[in-house]
């Protein structure tokens, strides 16, 4: 039996400007002045520097709003939505050039310079080599990776050879080639493993004592040494402890990653702008935000004067309406991103300042322990905005402080009850805890199940497994690879 019924709900939907606004606001300092270069670009009723948009509005309205001629185009000769899009959108409302993440397009720079492998190859060309091992050593230099290793067996190299460069060799002759490739600098480059590439950076050094030792421990002991066992290498090389710690002294100094050390290998170098400052002035905190979010924008004066020249007009022509449209769509656009620029500001400077506020103590103090448990709902709730809208302006914007640099996003925690059953952000659990490790004695570094009780003993009642979770998200190593000697 079929029924029917009708059930009302609401919903919420975001418009296209909303849309657009919230991604203005997502955007960093550098990304945003792009963002507002593109648009001066395409638009060319936007321009910069100081007017009075006001009175083009007032003439705007003028324009449209005189209906003395009978010709005159006036508002209701004109629906806005008719002429802005065929799908009743206004085009630059729904464009998507911008960093957001859910609409993620990027462009790629070129960055001038040698790559590494041709810095590889230009150093193979000062090499006598025949034009087989020639070859050979220019695809091994193209299988060295962006660490300078190559991480694959002979044996696939050889195949890889016969198929694709129809070289037909064997595999004494590639490791006679490749113990060329491994003479090259960065010292280790060429490496199939972290055991040769320390090693090859070893025999490189001059041969002390010390050095030769380090050699036989890495070729005769490695995995022990990894591990950190101390005392097995002390009995199995008959050595003492001081002459085992000036041989981990050499090995220490080595480069694990000889590629990254290479200065011209394309990697573009990123500059963080920050997008707030905070000083202390007079025992007060002071928030400014980054000039640069700031521009002055108004509308284009040649375009006002373009509807007053046809506003003058005697004859108008289908083109010239059509030309009223298109400047009247451009100027549509223009006031809008002035405006959201404006919004862009305000909401940016309102909920950076919530976020000082709220951790005021620790802005006039640089400690982290003075750190207030804070989520994006706090702020949220502060400033009555939406938690969506403090995520996109904590994720992605960097503030200026006396005590350094910070992405925003740094200073909202969770939190957790101390023994006197009070709040307190599991920042300052973290800070406390990396303060007990750094003072640790090395030759004995403490377990968690002892960071565990050393954190209880100063009121934070925290389990083994959340010390465990701290440290390992602090980046320190368990306590056995923490050892030293």
Same mark, same amino acid.
């Given at each position: =039996? ?13 418009? !296209?400007?909303? #849309?657009?606004?919230? *991604? ?27 007017? /009075? ?24 000769? @004109?629906?806005? $939505? ?12 729904? *464009? ?5 993440? $859910? ?11 040698? +790559? ?37 067996? %002979?044996? $696939? ?41 320390? %090693? ?16 036989? #421990? ?13 005392? *097995? ?24 990653? &000889? ?14 702008? &920050? $997008? ?36 003058? +007009? ?40 919530? @976020? =000082? ?39 992605? *914007? ?20 101390? /023994? ?8 300052? @659990? ?7 490790? +750094? ?14 009780? @050393? ?5 934070? &009642? ?14 320190? !190593? ?8």
């Amino acid at each position: =039996m079929l029924k029917q019924h009708l059930q009302f709900k609401l919903s919420q939907k975001l418009s !296209p400007q909303q #849309i657009q606004l919230m *991604k203005l606001i997502q955007l960093p300092t550098q990304a945003f002045e792009q963002r507002l270069k593109q648009e001066l670009e395409e638009n060319p009723a936007l321009e910069t520097g100081k007017e /009075d948009a006001n009175t083009l509005e007032d003439d705007f309205q003028e324009d449209f709003e005189d209906g003395s001629d009978s010709e005159n185009i006036n508002t209701e000769d @004109i629906n806005i $939505d008719d002429y802005l899009s065929d799908d009743e959108i206004p085009d630059y409302r729904t *464009k998507a050039n911008n960093y957001s993440a $859910d609409d993620d397009e990027k462009s790629v720079p070129y960055a001038a310079g040698t +790559s590494f492998n041709q810095f590889l190859i230009n150093q193979l060309n000062t090499v006598y080599l025949s034009d087989d091992e020639w070859s050979i050593a220019e695809f091994l230099v193209g299988s060295v990776d962006e660490s300078g290793y190559i991480r694959r067996p %002979i044996s $696939d190299i050889l195949d890889d050879l016969a198929f694709t460069q129809n070289i037909y060799t064997d595999e004494e002759a590639i490791q006679k080639v490749l113990k060329i490739v491994q003479e090259l600098d960065p010292p280790g480059v060429g490496a199939r493993s972290l055991e040769e590439c320390l %090693i090859i950076q070893l025999k490189r050094k001059e041969a002390t004592p010390s050095v030769e030792l380090a050699i036989g #421990i890495l070729e005769k002991s490695f995995d022990q040494f990894t591990k950190k066992h101390y005392k *097995k290498l002390v009995q199995k090389h008959n050595i003492s402890e001081e002459v085992l710690k000036g041989a981990i002294s050499e090995i220490e100094k080595l480069n694990p990653k &000889p590629g990254g050390s290479y200065a011209g290998n394309n990697r573009m170098v990123e500059h963080v702008v &920050p $997008d707030f400052s905070i000083r202390i002035v007079e025992g007060e905190l002071e928030l400014s935000l980054n000039g640069r979010n700031a521009p002055e924008l108004h509308v284009s004066r040649e375009y006002n004067n373009m509807l007053k020249g046809y506003k003058d +007009s005697k004859d108008r022509s289908k083109s010239q309406k059509d030309a009223v449209m298109f400047i009247k769509q451009k100027l549509d656009a223009a006031k809008w991103f002035i405006d959201a620029i404006r919004q862009r500001q305000q909401t940016l400077f309102i909920t950076m300042n919530a @976020i =000082m506020q709220y951790q005021k103590e620790y802005f006039l103090t640089g400690d982290e322990r003075n750190l207030r448990p804070m989520i994006l709902k706090d702020i949220a709730d502060e400033i009555d905005m939406d938690v969506s809208t403090v995520s996109r302006v904590a994720n992605s *914007k960097y503030v200026d402080t006396p005590y350094g640099t910070k992405l925003i996003k740094e200073y909202f925690s969770e939190s957790m009850k101390n /023994d006197q059953g009070e709040d307190v952000s599991t920042r300052e @659990i973290k800070k406390i805890l990396e303060t007990v490790i +750094s003072g640790e004695q090395k030759k004995k570094p403490l377990t968690d199940d002892r960071l565990a009780a @050393i954190l209880k003993e100063k009121g934070y &009642p925290i389990a083994r497994r959340t010390v465990a979770k701290y440290r390992e998200q602090l980046g320190i !190593p368990v306590a056995r690879l923490r050892k030293q000697i």
